[in-house]
Nanobody, 115 residues
Framework: QVQLVESGGGLVQAGGSLRLSCAAS????????MGWYRQAPGKQRELVAT???????NYADSVKGRFTISRDNAKNTVYLQMNSLKPEDTAVYYC?????????WGQGTQVTVSS
């Protein structure tokens, strides 16, 4: 069983920045891709960003140019740097890791952006 633990969420004013971290309980080399999703109240969970084992990234249109996903394989950690935050970015952010057979989720971390 793999544990994914997110951290770094919190309350920030619009225009501010946060960096989310997702620490895995084992090597992340076997996960392809890893990513971040978010779910706002009353809305479906949506993709924010993904990163492959080779470092290729993919972003939702709503966060392109503002968010950056990265992974540190040596630390078994994936990051999401969020800049120029907007109130509409308010949501619970979930870390995701996939293998060919299984999908893992973290417990989520709350991000709240005040206007």
């Amino acid at each position: 069983q793999v544990q994914l633990v997110e951290s770094g969420g919190g309350l920030v004013q619009a225009g501010g920045s946060l960096r989310l971290s997702c620490a895995a309980s084992r090597s992340v080399l076997g996960f392809n891709p890893m990513g971040w999703y978010r779910q706002a109240p009353g809305k479906q969970r949506e993709l924010v960003a993904t990163i492959t084992s080779g470092g290729n990234t993919n972003y939702a249109d709503s966060v392109k140019g503002r968010f950056t996903i990265s992974r540190d394989n040596a630390k078994n950690t994936v990051y999401l740097q969020m800049n120029s935050l907007k109130p509409e970015d308010t949501a619970v952010y979930y870390c995701n890791a996939r293998t060919p057979y299984l999908t893992y989720w973290g417990q989520g971390t709350q991000v709240t952006v005040s206007s």
